[in-house]
């Protein structure tokens, strides 16, 4: 299992759709650090299936998500429970970062 690749278009229904946490990762394709990160969360998603949701916005494409949350640098993580930002995390971290900032 993937993350999944939200747009403007689906990433209020994807984050109000589901009651488990959801970790949206703001990225771009020539960002060196967010290559690192994608293998990590290739791997979250495929472990955390069915306990959470492993998201992905490509800010190059979606600008207007990059502005509505505050994106400055990235890779830029949050973490959403019940369609709200609870949890913001910048740079490269490790699965095991990552699995603990899901379950706080």
Not at 11 to 24: I, K
Not at 56 to 67: G, I, N, R, W, Y
Not at 94 to 100: P, Q, Y
């Amino acid at each position: 299992m993937k993350p999944i690749a939200l747009t403007s278009e689906t990433f209020d229904a994807t984050l109000s759709g589901t009651d488990q946490p959801v970790l949206v990762d703001f990225w771009a394709e020539w960002c060196g650090p967010c290559k690192m990160m994608s293998p990590i969360l290739d791997q979250l998603a495929a472990e955390q299936a069915g306990r959470a949701t492993i998201a992905k916005v490509d800010v190059d494409a979606f600008p207007d998500l990059q502005a509505r949350f505050g994106i400055r640098a990235i890779p830029t993580l949050i973490v959403f429970k019940n369609g709200q930002p609870v949890n913001t995390i910048t740079g490269v971290k490790s699965k095991g970062f990552l699995e603990a900032a899901l379950t706080a």
